[in-house]
């Protein structure tokens, strides 16, 4: 059974810059995506970026040019680099690590959050 614990959320100023973690404590390397979601208060849980098994990335438009998904499949581990931070980022940022429909074993793992807040 995998889990997932992401790290280096808190809070930071407009222009600010942070760098999220996510450890994984088993193999993931395997894994078909890995991604961070982030869900603002009232609002639907969104796709920030992801990154696939062969290394392509795709991030949300409105996060492209400031935020950077990268993994180190070494030390089970992916990272969400954000610089530039707005105050629309803040939100409580997700990691999830999937393989769905390409046969065992098949997975769908989520982290318990980590908040971002990004004010004066």
């Known amino acids: 059974q995998v889990q997932l614990v992401e790290s280096g959320g808190g809070l930071v100023q407009p222009g600010g810059s942070l760098r999220l973690s996510c450890a994984a404590s088993g193999d993931i390397s395997n894994a078909f995506a890995m991604a961070w979601y982030r869900q603002a208060p009232g609002k639907q849980r969104e796709l920030v970026a992801v990154?696939?098994?062969?290394?392509?990335?795709n991030y949300v438009d409105s996060v492209k040019g400031r935020f950077t998904i990268s993994r180190d499949n070494t030390k089970n581990t992916m990272y969400l680099q954000m610089n530039s931070l707005k105050p629309e980022d803040t939100a409580v940022y997700y990691c999830?690590?999937?393989?769905?429909?390409?046969?065992?074993?098949?997975?769908?793992?989520w982290g318990q959050g980590t908040q971002v807040t990004v004010s004066s």
């Open positions: 999830n690590v999937r393989r769905l429909g390409l046969g065992p074993p098949a997975y769908n793992y």
């Open positions: 990154i696939s098994s062969g290394g392509s990335t």
